[in-house]
């Protein structure tokens, strides 16, 4: 059986679509610092803006765990290849 090491190409060694989501994150956390509520605003706008900044955040969360669960598939799935 012919045995090969298996070797990782990868770009620039930068994950840009993690790299995205930390970026949107920052901005979501600017963003809620700017709505945040000022005196006398209506009781509900602050849960509002921190219910709107969580589920942003984690909403990413779930997209860059659901890209790096493909990435490893991917790598999984080229080492079965080049092992065939």
């Given amino acids: 059986m012919h045995s090969e090491p298996v070797r990782r ?4 060694g930068v994950d840009w679509k993690g790299l995205g989501y930390l970026i949107s994150i920052l901005s979501v956390l600017f963003l809620g ?3 945040w509520p000022k005196s ?3 009781w509900w706008h602050m ?4 219910i709107g900044m969580g589920t942003s955040i ?3 969360a779930c997209r860059y765990k659901a890209h ?3 990435q490893r598939e ?3 799935t080229k080492a079965e ?3 065939s």
């Fill in 33 to 35: 610092a700017v709505a």
């Fill in 9 to 12: 190409t990868s770009g620039s």
């Fill in 47 to 50: 849960p509002a803006v921190i």
């Fill in 74 to 76: 991917i790598s999984k």
């Fill in 81 to 83: 290849a080049r092992r």
């Fill in 68 to 70: 790096r669960d493909q």
């Fill in 40 to 42: 006398g605003a209506p």
């Fill in 58 to 60: 984690m909403g990413m």
